[in-house]
């Protein structure tokens, strides 16, 4: 059966590569729609267009995937903020200076963000079986592995997210209590989804891209998509509080603890300091956790999200 994503048609056993059109903004599209049928699934990055671990992973990935060896259909964006990419403006749509994955649900008309979360929620979500948004640290954070899973949706859906998460490699499941972004707002709408994140700083290596497309290689495989060995992470800790610390002032901002590392309740996570080198506010850990990921550049603007940590 074809595939069709607006102007983007894709036969049976074909593969195309070419960009979803929405009111004249272009998005990198690959579409492996397999010779048999099966599960259909939409992998996108760069929704955060500094996040370069995701962006890489999903290019390799949509060069390597072939319908011959595919049951059903993987849609593939890379990147979706493709403007922002180039310009090195991290987090947001420079069009409009918005964070996308802030614009979801969307709007049909509005600015550019909307219309794009507009569309994938009109066009793209109601014919996906699931959904895996890949992230990668921005261009002054750093993630530890871990991966997002909803907690806002219908019961089934968040158990289905939750089921599927255990099979990535990664340490940590989050579980989210968001509203708004790419993959929650695709599983409010009915759809299982994920957000994957790791890496960051602007960086991106060749062992942290194999080690992405084998989690998202094991989501294909769990789907019979592909043929893929898969393993269960026993290992993998759910996270069920995280706290989120935003800047109260622009300042100097020295983090004490790097992404993955653990510390106990009471103890200092970093301060900020003025120009001179006075301290003017300290952040204390509220209960035992765990580093998700953080921003790491000395420079920190007023309320510019500095660090996210989670219970455990």
């Given amino acids: 059966m074809d595939f069709k994503l607006e102007n983007l048609v894709c036969e049976a056993g074909k593969k195309i590569s070419g960009f979803w059109n929405i009111e004249g903004y272009s998005i990198p599209t690959t579409i492996i729609n397999g010779e048999k049928e099966g599960k259909v699934i939409a992998i996108s990055s760069g929704i955060h267009n500094c996040e370069y671990l995701g962006i890489q992973s999903a290019i390799e990935l949509s060069q390597e995937l072939k319908p011959e060896n595919t049951s059903g259909t993987v849609i593939i964006f890379h990147p979706v903020n493709y403007s922002g990419f180039f310009k090195k403006i991290p987090t947001v749509m420079p069009e409009d200076n918005k964070n996308l994955n802030r614009a979801f649900p969307g709007e049909k008309t509005g600015t550019i963000s909307d219309k794009i979360a507009y569309h994938f929620s009109k066009f793209l979500y109601p014919q996906l079986d699931f959904f895996i948004d890949v992230h990668g640290g921005d261009l002054y954070e750093r993630a530890t592995a871990f991966v997002y899973s909803p907690g806002i949706g219908d019961e089934e ?106 510390f106990k309740k009471g103890e200092l996570l970093g301060e900020i300091r003025d120009c001179f080198g006075n301290i003017i506010t300290s952040y204390f850990a509220e209960f035992d956790g765990v580093i998700l990921y953080g921003v790491f550049s000395l420079a920190v603007r007023k309320n510019e999200e500095i660090l996210a940590y989670g219970k455990i």
């Fill in 157 to 262: 859906t968040i158990r289905f997210s939750h089921e599927v998460a255990q099979y990535l490699a990664v340490p940590y499941r989050v579980r989210s209590s968001a509203k708004t972004g790419a993959y929650n707002s695709a599983a409010i709408q009915g759809v299982p989804s994920m957000l994957i994140e790791r890496g960051g700083n602007g960086l991106w290596s060749n062992e942290e891209v194999q080690d992405y497309k084998k989690d998202i290689l094991s989501i294909l495989g769990y789907f019979n998509i592909i043929d893929y060995s898969i393993n269960k992470n026993l290992l993998q800790k759910e996270i069920t509080t995280a706290k989120y610390i935003s800047s109260e002032i622009d300042g100097f901002w020295y983090p004490t603890y790097k992404a993955g590392e653990k």
